[in-house]
């Protein structure tokens, strides 16, 4: 299935971009380039890294994007609308999370006010919020850019929240399998550890 292989190759662009690998990067977006997948989606993955890599990765990606995909014009530019945003950073949060949301409210704001509402309002409502991917395809990304970068905490959260969302354990493992030659095989160990334990 095409929809299948769309998003392994992106999966693959955000561990590579997760693991800072310039020349791998680039590879990867001619690729994805020349397998026709709709430059909308390469865009959004790319600026879906901030969240998870910084605004130094995310730069430098797209960079490269704008390089490659040099016709590429994103015409759509979101308002900035924060009340707008919390509420379908509420729901998109409720989606991944289910059952635990309230728990994630309570331990997140325990840590820091301030970071539990940037959580909401910046990460489920501004970005995984944004059109050009949906929901189960931004989790995935999401656990891509998390084994790159191995915070293992929230890869459990986002491996639950992937099946919350509608993928199945074939899918994330596909996934995994996918991008072990671009990220380190520790990382990769632990991940299949950690889905059998949840599973």
């Not at 969240?51 to 797209?62: H, K, N, R, S, V």
């Not at 006010?113 to 944004?130: A, C, P, Q, S, T």
């Not at 671009?182 to 599973?199: A, G, M, P």
Request: glycine letters at 6%; charged letters at 30%.
């Amino acid at each position: 299935m095409k929809s299948n292989v769309d998003i392994i190759e992106l999966c693959k662009l955000a561990t590579l971009i997760a693991g800072k690998r310039k020349s791998g990067i680039e590879k990867s977006l001619r690729k994805i380039k020349s397998m026709g997948i709709n430059s909308q989606k390469v865009y959004e993955v790319i600026l879906q890294t901030y969240l998870f890599c910084g605004f130094p990765a995310t730069i430098e990606a797209m960079k490269l994007f704008r390089l490659i995909f040099d016709n590429y014009n994103d015409k759509r530019k979101a308002k900035y609308e924060v009340k707008r945003f919390y509420m379908k950073g509420i729901r998109n949060c409720k989606k991944v999370y289910k059952k635990n949301f309230d728990k994630l409210q309570n331990n997140i704001s325990k840590i820091s006010e301030d970071l539990n509402l940037w959580m909401i309002v910046e990460g489920y409502g501004k970005v995984l919020g944004r059109k050009g991917l949906n929901l189960k395809e931004r989790e995935l990304i999401n656990i891509s850019l998390l084994i790159g970068n191995y915070y293992e905490h929230q890869l459990i959260s986002h491996l639950k929240g992937s099946l919350n969302t509608g993928s199945d354990i074939d899918i994330l493992y596909t996934i995994i399998n996918a991008i072990e030659p671009v990220t380190s095989k520790r990382n990769i160990n632990k991940i299949k550890h950690l889905l059998k334990v949840i599973l």
